[in-house]
């Protein structure tokens, strides 16, 4: 059975840093695109950055890039997501989500077949 679950999530004053981590199982990462994705309260789910499971490229919005850093460690099955300098309006859950497939990572929510649970961060003084 296919699980992603996410952890690392929290409270952070604004400019702090957190990680979180999207551990898989039941399935190996190597040919899988990893998503992270986020939501905020009373807004719709937005793609925040990716990586191929092909050849290891990554996306990242607008909104975050040069502040957020995705890497993967596939011995451990594990996807992480560093993200400094966090801001209040970074305040969501956080899910992440697997996509097996030969291409470029997508940042869209249709692109993925299997997602986590999600995490909370809030980026609250």
């Known amino acids: 059975q296919l699980q992603l679950v996410e952890s690392g999530g929290g409270l952070v004053q604004p400019g702090g840093s957190l990680r979180l981590s999207c551990a898989a199982s039941?399935?190996?990462?190597?040919?899988?695109?990893i998503g992270w994705f986020r939501q905020a309260l009373g807004k719709e789910r937005e793609g925040v950055s990716c990586?191929?499971?092909?050849?290891?490229?990554?996306y990242y919005a607008d909104s975050v890039k040069g502040r957020f850093t995705i890497s993967r460690d596939n011995a451990k099955s594990t996807v992480y997501l560093l993200m400094n300098s966090l801001k209040p309006e970074d305040t969501a859950v956080y899910y992440c989500?697997?996509?097996?497939?030969?291409?470029?990572?997508?940042?869209?929510?249709?692109?993925?077949?299997?997602w986590g649970q999600g995490t909370q961060v809030t980026v609250s003084s």
């Open positions: 989500a697997a996509e097996r497939s030969p291409f470029p990572c997508g940042h869209h929510e249709y692109e993925y077949d299997y």
């Open positions: 039941g399935f190996s990462l190597d040919y899988y695109a």
């Open positions: 990586v191929s499971g092909s050849d290891g490229s990554t």
